[in-house]
């Protein structure tokens, strides 16, 4: 058992090493965190999949994730 607990602190001190000698190199750094957008989310009325309101393709009252989905869901439901 303490074979083990030795083992976890050695790991651990590796990878704070790691992490510690990574930033003072200037290696790469972390992308920061995008804030979420206050989009409205829509649902494709072909797949189902929601996705926010600005990436959506809009058509005849529908909301689609794509163009492809939206000709797919006129030629399955054709308007009369």
């Not at 090493?17 to 979420?36: D, I, S, Y």
Request: charged share 20%; proline share 6%; aromatic share 10%.
């Amino acid at each position: 058992m303490a074979f083990i607990i030795r083992l976890l602190i050695l790991a651990a001190l590796a990878w704070f090493g790691f992490r510690l000698v990574r930033q003072l190199m200037g290696g790469p750094q972390e992308l920061p965190k995008q804030t979420p957008r206050n989009e409205l989310m829509q649902r494709c009325a072909h797949c189902g999949v929601h996705l926010p309101s600005g990436e959506s393709t809009q058509s005849g009252g529908y909301t689609f994730c794509s163009e492809a989905h939206r000709d797919a869901y006129f030629r399955e439901h054709p308007r009369q």
